[in-house]
């Protein structure tokens, strides 16, 4: 018996012994592979390139275009993309490319208040609803279902309706738009910390309700929120673009990109870089905050 044991030791110990290169190895291939996560995709990276460039736009637009984008030559209508005018002029001669550059400001600006109102108002409703429970989640989750029974584009162009028409308002209809995304996403991730061992045990040691709300709760459930308003931060630059396409937004001389897509409409056949350039800038923002949404919400799985 003792010999038996003696054995089942000694092989325990060479069984050890020998599985570990192995774990040495699995931890070297480990780190190696947290290393490789780490690094930054190429398509990620151009992603990033693109939103700088178009914040640098929005920031300082002066820094890339010394033209006014409200004035014109009549002289040069509708001059085709070349050296003098890169991306071409349109039908009372003012550069497209200042146009665009100068309306970027409008367009990102507009986004973020909307992606703020929806991230804040949206948020705070899932926030309570998924804390409190009860009648006021019912209340608060039947105020959601009739929100995303209204497609959000009418819903925006009901608001936008509502208000006048103008971008800023575009931008709150937007925002508006979007409240049900949020309080539903924020309302699940609530759901599923509050179970958690770690609130138990802050319930345990004597943690108030707002305290374990603010301090273990929204911290840990606003994260998957973050990834949304990421890509809804795209969205809305498109339902924005929609709205002033439709003409809820800013009138002429203003320089929103779906103005200008809406202004050129009308010279395609003659002047398609009208339509083109404004609306490949729009395409490209887009693709590029989907792309860095779909690369955070790869890295929070992880």
Not at 218 to 225: K, M, S
């Amino acid at each position: 018996m003792t010999a038996a044991i003696l054995t089942t030791d000694e092989s325990a110990v060479g069984h050890q012994q020998s599985d570990g290169p192995n774990h040495a190895g699995q931890d070297i291939s480990t780190g190696s592979g947290l290393r490789l996560r780490g690094r930054i995709p190429l398509s990620v990276g151009i992603a990033f390139t693109v939103i700088a460039i178009v914040l640098a736009w929005s920031l300082f637009p002066d820094l890339f275009t010394s033209r006014n984008p409200a004035a014109g030559v009549p002289n040069r209508k509708f001059t085709s993309p070349g050296l003098t005018y890169w991306l071409g002029t349109d039908h009372l001669g003012r550069d497209l490319l200042a146009r665009i550059i100068h309306g970027s400001a409008s367009s990102m600006t507009s986004a973020l208040i909307a992606v703020t109102i929806g991230v804040v108002v949206g948020g705070l409703m899932g926030l309570v609803g998924g804390h409190l429970g009860g009648w006021i989640d019912a209340v608060l989750g039947r105020v959601v279902d009739v929100l995303l029974a209204i497609p959000s584009f009418l819903l925006a162009v009901i608001v936008v309706t509502a208000l006048g028409y103008d971008t800023r308002n575009a931008a709150i209809a937007t925002g508006l738009s979007a409240v049900a995304v949020f309080a539903r996403l924020m309302r699940s991730s609530v759901l599923q910390v509050r179970t958690s061992v770690f609130i138990e045990a802050a319930r345990v040691n004597g943690g108030s309700g707002i305290y374990i709300l603010f301090r273990h709760i929204l911290p840990n459930a606003v994260r998957p929120v973050l990834s949304l308003a990421v890509l809804q931060f795209g969205l809305a630059i498109l339902t924005i673009a929609g709205l002033a396409f439709l003409g809820y937004g800013d009138p002429p001389p203003a320089s929103d990109w779906g103005l200008l897509v809406a202004d050129g409409r009308e010279h395609l056949l003659h002047a398609p870089w009208l339509v083109i350039a404004p609306g490949l800038v729009i395409a490209i923002v887009v693709l590029a905050v989907s792309r860095i949404s779909r690369w955070l919400d790869q890295g929070r799985n992880q």
